[in-house]
């Protein structure tokens, strides 16, 4: 009895331990009600329905005044102003450098949040290669078919299937994740380190 007791404690000791590996340890937290905005940019992100558009989520500050900035894997793109209590009060971490992407992706659909899932913005491989977090700038960019290259290195990452690498080499590692959740289109987005 007590050999089985112990058997199942290291197995979800283990399964922990693999399932924490899967997120990024960088700082992140963003929460954002587009049920205030209508943000159809955000919006197309965030719909099951429309699987396969991921969007790209970084924030900016013009005369004062603080900006998110959307755009989706088809290039549209919107500058929401931060005007709400909440908004303006908001310490947004977006990633290791201003910028996280979040979309349903296309494989990889069964879990809590269908599919739902956001990325780090910057080459988790660049990032490792130059030791750099402090201040890193080898960002993706975003094509229409799902798929991330970074501008630096070139390595290329399946968004539709959980940030995997295309290209890689060994010892090379897919997007780093975070945990994101969506409640619809016109609804409430969190991405937040777990």
């Not at 963003?30 to 989520?57: E, K, P």
């Not at 988790?124 to 977090?133: D, I, M, S």
């Not at 960002?139 to 890689?168: F, P």
Request: charged share 20%; proline share 3%; net charge negative.
């Amino acid at each position: 009895m007590r050999c089985c007791w112990l058997l199942a404690l290291s197995c979800w000791l283990l399964a922990a331990c693999s399932a924490d590996e899967e997120y990024s340890t960088h700082p992140c937290r963003f929460s954002y009600n587009n049920m205030i905005h209508n943000d159809a940019t955000l919006a197309s992100a965030m719909d099951a329905y429309s699987r396969g558009v991921f969007c790209l989520i970084s924030e900016t500050t013009r005369a004062g005044v603080r900006y998110l900035l959307f755009e989706n894997s088809a290039g549209i793109k919107s500058e929401p102003v931060m005007e709400t209590a909440e908004e303006v009060e908001a310490k947004f971490i977006l990633g290791l450098n201003n910028g996280i992407i979040v979309g349903f992706q296309t494989l990889n659909t069964d879990g809590p949040n269908g599919g739902f899932v956001a990325y780090d913005v910057q080459c988790p491989n660049c990032v490792r290669r130059e030791n750099n977090t402090i201040n890193p700038n080898y960002r993706v960019a975003m094509e229409n078919s799902g798929i991330a290259t970074c501008s630096k290195c070139g390595k290329k990452y399946d968004m539709n299937n959980g940030g995997i690498i295309l290209n890689g080499e060994e010892g090379d590692r897919g997007l780093d994740k975070y945990v994101a959740s969506t409640t619809g289109p016109f609804g409430v987005v969190r991405v937040f380190r777990r």
